[in-house]
């Protein structure tokens, strides 16, 4: 973890002058979506289905900072402005990633192989147990949280099979931190 230097505070006093000496400033947990443009899903992440007629491949995305006592994160990508009565969507969860991980690379989803070690592609809310890219109704302009959580476990009790629920109560006492970042996506009128 790399960590800033804070400036050494000064105390004065009528009688003396001491300089405490500098202390370590934790920098804040961050998570990024490294393939987006200002942004922006493209037609490369957009979901291939419901309509939409994108590439689906999950984007690279990293964290960094990650918090003193992690042992495993989690990752999601949730839709709050999903048409579902104000419950949202989630289009992606992986479990059980090592903290010693820094990034999900692109492409990653879908391929066991590639994923970090131990670490489990949950159900999203279009059944599958992948990257599920940003699908919003036509003419909409949508946000894409991407959460990185920090969880003090080495691993939570979840199978492929899991819903997004699932992830969630197993999650639940666990968290030491989360980093949020929002992309976003807008469907044109027009056919994808």
Known sequence: MRLKTCLPAILCTSMTLAVI?????AEPFTVM??????GHF???????????????VSPRISWAHVPRGTKSIVVTMFDPDAPTGGLGWTHWEIANIPPSESSLERGVSGNPKLLP???VETLTDFGESRYGGPCPPKGESHRYVVTASALDVAQIDVAPAASPAVVA????????????????YHRALTND
Request: hydrophobic letters at 35%; one cysteine or more.
């Open 33 to 38: 979506v490294d393939d987006l443009r200002d």
């Open 21 to 25: 000496p500098a202390i370590a400033c």
């Open 169 to 184: 109560y197993q999650m639940h006492g666990k968290v030491i931190a989360q980093a949020e970042y929002v992309g976003r």
């Open 42 to 56: 493209s037609n490369e992440q957009v979901y291939g289905g419901f309509g939409c007629h994108g590439k689906n």
């Open 117 to 119: 070690a131990g670490a």
